[in-house]
């Protein structure tokens, strides 16, 4: 017997290609869009009717009437985050519990977490790896340690008890590591004051719906709605599969949506692929494509390249083809989407990695490691399309050099792009006809 599948939508490059603008325009197709892994260090941004909007955790089909949200087992929580984010939604309360719901299974980020979090990364000294300093890779290695908090562990009577003990386990750890944390801010606040606000938005979550998403996602789908799993980073931040140990503390690839939502692989369907029309990259790690100088300036001034979690200049680069095709291999992408190809309409010339050189010989897969000063990025040139897309109206009416950028994109990864999108608002998006993802959603 058919069943209905899931699909989803993730990142495939180093975070920050543009997901939650795409989230939120296939939004009104689906019934359902789960967060699946990570945490407050994802910054997806939406813009629409002049707003600006940026969401760390609630996931991105919040502003779509009758869609349910729901934040996966996979993800870690921060009550003051999220206390700051529904703020920002300005939303009332009864709509909130009609559509944001959170698997009682998804662990705390304590305050202690992002404690610790500036204490290890301060130890690396120029070992740095880049760390959002969210508290992630803690929250992650007290999940796997057995030692976490779960939100469904609110409710039991020795919470604090378990609470005052795992923090006084990370003070020692951080006393340990010679880190002075009694003048540490977190998010502008002193650790105490930080503390209590953690708590007042803990209390505002356990007001939110509570559910085991593994049984909430999947009646969903057997009731014939559709759902769609949302990814946070982007796959060459992958803890399995990415540049190694400059990479997050989650499964950022298609898989992760099974172990985040407690999805079977037999129910995953589509799997959109989201990335940038050239590449960047926020902290530390190897980046063989990456600019410097004035055409790296030029590039971060184009594209507004500046973190929307942490506000960092992301690194700058051309598009890595090798890169792009082994993130299409290990998420099985049947449909890809580019985004920010505005951002390239003034440039003369567009450069595209198509082949690493490593010690004399030429390879086009992604090696095992790329952090390796023998590794050289061989480029194709093409011609830039110097053109403003604003007035474009439809993926065909496109400059004929934007169609032959994409054309050769799609030869290289052997999957089609089917959407473009040439800003930041919701509106300004190009469907591909006939194969375009969205007409085929509204057709189902």
Known sequence: METNKADVLLGLQ?????????????TPHYKMVARFQGGPNAGHTLVFEGKKYILHTIPSGIFHQGCLNVVGNGVVLDPF????????????????????????????ILPSHRLLDAAFENKKGN????????????????????????LIDTASDRFMEKYNALKTEHFRLAESLAFDHKSLQLDGLPFDDYEEAWFRGLERLKALPRVQSEVFVNETLDKGARVLAEGAQGTL?????????????????????????????????????????YCTRVGSGP?????HGKEAERLRDLGNEFGSTTGRPRRCGWLDLPALKYAVMVNGVSRLIMTKADVLNELESIKVCVAYDIRGQQ???????????ELKPLYKELPGWQTDLEDVKSFEQLPPQ??????MIEDFVQVPVDIISTG????????????????RLAAI
């Open 14 to 26: 180093w975070g920050d290609e543009g997901k939650g603008k795409i989230v939120d325009v296939l």
């Open 81 to 108: 985050i999220i206390n700051r984010e529904l703020d920002q939604l300005d939303m009332p309360v009864e709509v909130l519990q009609e559509s944001l719901f959170i698997c009682g299974k998804a662990h705390l």
């Open 127 to 150: 070992l740095r790896i880049g760390s959002t300093l969210k508290g992630i890779g803690p929250a992650y290695t007290d999940k796997v340690a057995r030692t976490g908090l779960r």
């Open 237 to 277: 931040l992958d803890i399995d599969f990415g540049s190694y140990p400059y990479v997050t503390s989650s499964n950022t690839i298609t898989a992760g949506a099974c172990v985040g939502l407690g999805l079977a692989p037999t129910r995953i369907g589509e799997v959109f692929g989201v990335f940038k029309a």
């Open 287 to 291: 980046f063989p494509t990456e600019l």
């Open 363 to 373: 390879q086009s897969l992604l090696p095992l490691t790329t952090e390796s000063e």
């Open 402 to 407: 934007l169609l032959a950028y994409v054309s």
């Open 424 to 439: 930041a608002d919701r509106k300004q998006i190009l469907t591909r006809k006939g194969a375009g993802i969205l007409q």
